[in-house]
Each structure stands twice: as C-alpha cells, then as structure tokens.
C-alpha cells in the first residue's frame, strides 16, 4: 500500500518554464511533507518542507502548495533551470504514525536548454 | 558539521554471500534510518535506529537486519544474498527521530 502517491513520474520542461511535481496522501495523521532533490549518484537532499498550519512556503525559486483538506501537496519550480534536471521526491511522516517516513516514488524532471 | 559517511560506496557480492554495510551520522545525531531505493520501486525503508533500539521496521524479509551502536553509527546485514538485494542503501541520520532526515550518497551493491 503506497502511503503517498506522486506524478507525474517524468517531466520535461522548458528552461524558464514552471515544473509542477504533485503528490497526495490517505492518512490524515501526517503533519511533515518534505520534498527532496536527487542528483545521480548521490543521495536525496533535503529541499523544502512544509506542515498542514500553513498553505503555501516558499523558498527561492521552489514552492510547496498544500491543500490539506484533498490531502494533495504540489512542489513548484518557478523559471526552471537545467541544473534542476534531478528526481525529485515527496514524503511524508506524523508523530501519530511512529515517525516514520514514507516516499513517493520520484519524477524525474528534464529541464531542457 | 559533516555529512552522513557510508561505507563502502560500491560493493559487487554473488548469492548467497553475507554483507555489512556500515553508516556514520551526523554529529550530535541520534536517529539513523535505511532505505533501500531501486528505479522500480522508489524508496523503501528498512528500518530506524535511535538510541541504539530498533524504533521502526519496513516490510522486508529478516535477512535484513541492523544495529546501532552507542557513538550512533549504524550497521546493517544483509545474509543470504538475492539478486533482487541488488540496490541502492541509503542510509539517513536525523538530531531526533521524525525530525528531518539528511542522507549519505548510499551505498551501491549488485549482486552477481
């Protein structure tokens, strides 16, 4: 049973365009939503984070949107760049479900020049 | 302050064979999660350390298993080796469990 559905699983954008990767989850006891880059080769890094008290955070050119009543949270890149070519992925975790976090199984974004 | 450390970086084993993969944290962390993270299936957690007590596992066969030691580096084993353990292990520290989790650029195993 996957806690936290994403799509789209790939991506292409123009450069200066907007990337929008979304994901959405089923338990309502999740109060931590991160978002995570990775390069190939490397590990995840932690991007951006967001909790169900507030709708929208935004941190540069990256913005998470959540909607907690359609239990959705959408990643937004804003003038996409190709060095934002990575996959990325969301997750999920609550105190309420032992801490642990669930992933959603990456978009790979293509930023094209 | 130094990032999560894995060792080894690559690692080529045949069925049947045993590993041991080893994890540093960040400093002043205690918590450490593994994951492993194959194309098809994403990541998928292994287990949590904190404290040197098992506080979480994932839905994987006991040939998996791992362990936390008292400086809050971790190790786990895999026995047994299946060509389908062929993955990418991550493993991820955190100050506290549930807060946010920072990852080591993982360790590749193929088995042969």
């Known amino acids: 049973q996957q806690q936290v559905k994403q799509s789209p699983q790939s991506l292409i954008v123009q450069k200066g365009g907007i990337s929008i990767i979304n994901c959405a989850y089923e338990?309502?006891?999740?109060?931590?939503f991160p978002w995570y880059q990775q390069f190939p080769g490397k590990g995840p890094a932690l991007l951006i984070a967001i909790r169900p008290d507030v709708s929208e955070k935004k941190e540069g050119r990256f913005t998470i949107s959540f909607n907690k009543s359609a239990k959705q949270f959408s990643l937004h890149i804003m003038d996409s760049q190709p060095g934002d070519s990575a996959t990325y992925f969301c997750?999920?975790?609550?105190?309420?479900?032992?801490?642990?976090?669930?992933f959603g199984t990456g978009t790979s974004l293509t930023v094209i020049p | 302050k130094a990032g999560v450390t894995q060792t080894p970086r690559y690692l080529i084993k045949t069925r049947g064979q045993q590993v041991t993969l080893s994890c540093s944290p960040i400093?002043?962390?205690?918590?450490v999660s593994w994951y492993q993270q194959t194309p098809g299936q994403g990541l998928q957690f292994l287990f949590e350390y904190f404290s040197e007590t098992q506080r979480n596992k994932g839905n994987f066969p006991g040939r998996f298993s791992g362990r936390q030691f008292s400086n809050s580096r971790s190790e786990m084993n895999v026995s047994t080796l299946e060509l389908g353990d062929s993955a990418l292990y991550l493993c991820?520290?955190?100050?506290?469990?549930?807060?946010?989790?920072?990852f080591g650029p993982g360790t590749r195993l193929t088995v042969l």
């Open positions: 997750a999920a975790s609550g105190a309420n479900t032992g801490n642990q976090f669930y």
């Open positions: 991820a520290s955190s100050p506290l469990t549930g807060d946010t989790q920072y």
């Open positions: 400093s002043g962390h205690r918590s």
């Open positions: 338990n309502t006891a999740f109060d931590y």
